[in-house]
């Protein structure tokens, strides 16, 4: 059966449900919420279950399928907070968080990320605020702030992930390099990085830090280990947790300059260096990486 009878299928189902779907690439279907972002999602293993049906059966399959998931959504929206009421039930709720997403992961359908309270962490992530319901998490659309400020809303969000939120730090040795692991089972571990002096020593040139995976933050403190053998442990590591992992955020490593912390937006770079041991050759990716290797190479001389 082909996949267009089946997405047609599916899409007139939804409709029935009430939720407006369409599909923005061959497998990934993306459903519009009243008053909510919209939810995008590959359903490549449900399309290649319904190929394998007789023709007279796709209907009651699509609105199975349909009706699951309608029946799931409007569960989670009877356990959670009214997102519909005034933004001030929210914060004093502390139901509000803050999740980073990297850039491309809301670049699709256009629009979503202006339709969202959303500010740029550094090259190539965004946090973005969201509820967080009791067994799901919800992007906070911008017509929910009620004239708020968003500085308020993201501080608001900010603090209850920090505290709200439990955490656990170690540090592991990777390839002879310490690294230090904060995470936990929950998605908001990033945000750590607006407190990073907290979990630091002197830090005199900052830190190595990525986001592999929404569970965790990984941080080396710039020091006396050799920077080149650090940046390819982080890069390592990073790439292996963000390809291994469930909804990998990024595998950029970033240069956190000390300054910036407390609550404010951390001051993060992205670096990058390419090593060629056999040709014994070094080659900086970034305009950051050569700043940062000159000025550990001076300290260091």
Aim: hydrophobic letters at 45%.
């Amino acid at each position: 059966m082909s996949h267009d009878a089946i997405g047609a299928a599916l899409v007139e189902a939804f409709a029935a449900e009430g939720f407006p779907a369409r599909f923005v690439a061959p497998t990934t279907l993306s459903v519009s919420f009243p008053g909510a972002a919209d939810f995008t999602a590959d359903i490549g293993n449900v399309l290649a279950e319904a190929g394998g049906l007789p023709h007279d059966e796709l209907p009651a399959f699509a609105a199975d399928f349909a009706g699951g998931f309608a029946r799931g959504y409007r569960r989670k929206m009877a356990q959670a907070p009214d997102t519909s009421a005034d933004i001030q039930q929210l914060l004093d709720g502390e139901a509000l968080r803050i999740r980073i997403y990297s850039e491309a992961a809301l670049a699709e359908p256009p629009g979503l990320r202006d339709s969202l309270v959303t500010r740029s962490l550094a090259p190539g992530l965004v946090e973005t605020v969201v509820i967080d319901l009791p067994d799901s998490i919800m992007p906070l659309g911008r017509e929910r702030l009620g004239g708020r400020a968003e500085s308020q809303v993201f501080g608001a969000a900010l603090h209850a992930s920090l505290h709200r939120e439990p955490h656990y730090t170690k540090i592991e040795e990777v390839m002879g390099v310490p690294v230090m692991f904060i995470g936990e089972t929950q998605r908001y571990i990033g945000c750590h990085v607006h407190v990073l002096s907290r979990h630091l020593g002197p830090a005199r040139h900052g830190a190595l830090v990525s986001f592999p995976l929404p569970e965790y933050l990984l941080v080396h403190e710039i020091g006396d280990v050799h920077l080149i053998a650090a940046m390819e442990s982080m890069q390592a590591v990073t790439r292996t947790m963000n390809e291994q992992g469930d909804k990998g955020i990024s595998s950029q490593v970033y240069w956190w300059r000390p300054g910036q912390d407390d609550g404010g937006v951390p001051d993060l770079r992205p670096v990058e260096v390419e090593v060629d041991h056999q040709e014994k050759s070094i080659a900086p990716r970034t305009a950051a990486t050569q700043e940062l290797l000159d000025l550990w190479m001076r300290d260091h001389a």
